[in-house]
Structure formats: C-alpha cells, structure tokens
C-alpha cells in the first residue's frame, strides 16, 4: 500500500532499473500488477535490458492486461473480479532470474588476443556450454550471456545441436538467453514454417520433447509480440473472423498478420509449431527412406483439436490453415527440423580439446596454493554448483557434460592436489588454465597471465614465484593475484592469492615454461 501512496516508490528502480512492476509482471503476481497499474504504474519502461513490464511477462493473460493502453481499466476490473487471492509462492510461468544485471568482466582489453579466446571459448562450449559462454562475458568480448550465445551460434565449429539443446534447458540461464536470442531475429511476415526455418537456422531441434516445446514456445511468444507491435505502430486493427475469405490457393502458407488474425494467441501458435516439428518428424523422420511413414491432413487435423486457446464458442485454427503447412510439410524434407541428439564425444578429454589451443602445457606442484585454484574447499563448491544442474545433463551426455566426474568426492576427483599439490597448468592464448588432471575437459580455474610477473626464481628447487604486476602503491587488493573460478551455471567466483609458487620436475621443463612466459610478462 505505502507504494501506491507515493509516486516515487511506484516507479523505483533497482540497479537493474526493474520497478516494481517489472518483478510483479515477471514472476506472474497478478494482483499486485493490476493495483499498481490502478496506481498508474507505467507498463512500458524499459529496464537496463531495455525490457518492458509487457515484454517480462510470462502469464498470456496477465500479459493482455499489462499490454492494454494506459488509463484502460474495464478489462483490468473484469480480471481483477475474477481473481480470488495474488498468486503466492514460486511463480508458476517464470524461473527465478539471477542474472539481472550485466555481469562486469573481470579480464578487460583482450586486444590482438580475441580470436584465440573466442576459439578456446568454442571449444569449450562444445563440451560444457556454460563454462564457454561464461569465459566470453568474463573477459568482456560481450557484455551479456545472451550476446555470448549469439556470438556462439554464428560460429562455423560450434555443436548446433548442442547450443539447440542447452537453450532448452530449463536452467534460468538458458531461459534468459532463449528470449534474447530469438529476440534479435526477424520473425516480422514469417509464417509457422518459416519462422521455424529462421529460428533453427543455427540451432538444431532437441530430440527431448520438453526441451524442444520450451524453445518453440520463445519462438512463438516473440513473434507474437513483434506483430502485436507492428499492427500497434501501423494502427491496424485486429479483423473479425468472419470477415475473413478463404484463400483459394495453398501455394504458400499464410504469414505475418494474414496468420495472427487466425489465432487466439501465442500459445496457438505454440501449439501448431509444436504440431508441425511433429508432423515433419513422423512423416520424415531424419531423411531417409526407412523413416519415411504416412498421414492424411484430416487425421493431422484431428490431432489438432483441442490444442488452441480459444473459447469453446470459438472455431479454433482454421482447417484451411493448418493445410497450407500440412502440404508444404508433406512434400517437403526440411533439414532444419529434423531432431538431434548432441554428437557423442566420449573419447575426448582434455588432452584432445584443451591441448590444441595450448602453447605449453604440463604437470605442476603448487606450494599451498592448490587448494585454492581446485583443492578441497573449491572442489566442494564447485561440484555443489554443478550438482544443481537438471539430471538431463547426466543423463543424456554422461561424458560429455562432466567436469572430471562431479558425482564423485573431491578427494578422489583430484588425487594430485590432495597428494602432491599437482595440478594440471595450460598456457592459452592470454591464460594459465588450471585443471585438475590433463584429461579433465574444461578448466576449473585460469587468471590473467598478462597481469603477472616472475618474482622469484630458484633454480636448486625448479621453483618460480609469480606475483601481481602493479605499481608499489597499488591498493592492497590490486596487489593480490586474481584467480578466477569458473563454475558449472555459467558465473564465475574471484579469489586474490598473495603468490602462486610453482615448483617444475626439472630445471629443463622449468626454462621451458619461464621462456613462453616471458613473452607476456617478462622475467
């Protein structure tokens, strides 16, 4: 109440800019967002994604009434009458989002070094899809995850199945990134067929069905919103059904406004994306002949009854819709919606997907600070993101998705580090990378080589010191060597370390490493 009494609290904005009826909008609290539109909330703010209240939220009917023109409250009362209690709990259309604010990147002016970090990053992706898009925003090559997957999918040598899987997963992140994604492309006068085409140009369609209804429902909620947008800014209005004549050819599909003036929503649209993946799916499988089997319209039909939103009183999705795509699906193979499981790569590990980007590599004992890059307490920490992670994960890539086996504990994860204080350090591009073992796939933890300098050397025990290059009156905490802890949702934890000792088997293998060093920070 004390809000709505007081303009200034109505419209106060986080350090995201979400006002209050962003966060109501977006997690599906209904009656908050209709008392705070009665206070004349303002539904069409932008926050600093440049979303608005409309463009959050998840609830189709709550949309309608947060979309409607200010000052428009009769359909607000009839929907306020209806409801008996605000929505309480975990909201039912949203997933909680720990992303609100732009993550601010901890390595900064990657320089002549970007193609190589995007290179490691890929490859990266292509077997921990976060731990990748995480090392682009981390080190500032873009400033969001959603411009990191963008980014990702304009890649020639990026697993299309794997990124079309990943953003169906139903992890906050991914959800974030869908939206964003699907956002940039221009679904304007597309149909249901070629908006598919556009959508899953450079993605593959998940063989999980949950995963892919996830994606299609994104795809379908921004092309309704682009084309609610358009009639809006053109001031068409919306035509009456009835009014409508029946094309008399089926030459193409229909598209654009032609198409939404035939649904009651977006989750029609939805349904008949849905339907028609499906359909292309049984009728041709991957391709080939084998998977080839047959349907008649009228049984596709029927098949659609009942999947629109419409009121009972209403016709639904016309027949002579639906068998415009029917036809262009029956007598077409459409590569792109053919569904795909991620390659199986069980034969990689570290050595084969790290190792190439790699200017040096090799085992090194750390005096103490082990267990601060991968030991025991980071371990623990560590696994427990990456435990959080849906079973699909596990069980559909078991070891493909895994970082050195996260069932496992973090005493017989990593023997080197609770023995010998070994761990596993590669030189990339403008990173030491730290891995618990050679064969472990990704990296557990890396920091800027550029920002380092040798500050002791000791021949007798192979031992060099490395330290943070600053000036003597940097602050304390610049004076500190910045680790960076990648975890397996795609953040990142940072830790300063006073040194890092590295001790080398041999004074060979030790002049070897402060050589290829000494071209970054000098000895």
Known sequence: MEIMQHRPLLEAEDIADWTPLHIASHIGRREVCIRLLQAHANPHRANSSGNSAVQLCMDPVLREIVAAPLGSHSRMKEFSNSIDEDNIGDPLQSEPEWFYVKPKPVIDDVGLSRDRVMALAVSIFNHFPSVGLALLVACGIVDSYTESMKQMIQQSDVSSALAGHFLGESISLSNMMRFGVFDAMPFLHTGVISGLQLAFKGLCVPDDWQKMYRLIQSIALTWWRKHTSFERNIGQKRSDKSEIQKPESFDEEFTGVELRQYLAGSGDLCQLMFSTILLHHFLHGDGSKSAARTMTAEQWFALNRGVEDADPEEAGIPEHVQERVFSAISYTFQPSFVMTRPEARSSDTGSTVLSPSASIEGNVRLSNQGHALLGESGVSRLMGEASQFPMSYADELPHHWSISDVSKDSR??????????????????????????????????????????????????????????????????????????LLSDGRWQTQGLARLEMRFADSTEMSTWVKQLAQYFGS
Request: aromatic residues 4%; contains cysteine; hydrophobic residues 40%.
């Open 412 to 485: 017989s994860i990593m023997p080197h580090i609770t023995q010998s204080g070994g761990v596993w350090m590669r030189l990339c591009s403008i990173f030491l990378l730290f891995s618990a073992d050679r064969e472990a796939r990704v990296p557990h933890s890396m920091t800027d080589v550029r920002r380092l300098r040798i500050s002791q050397l000791d021949e007798a025990s192979c031992t060099i010191c490395l330290t943070a290059k600053v000036k003597e009156d940097a602050p304390p905490d610049e004076k500190l060597v910045s680790i960076i802890r």
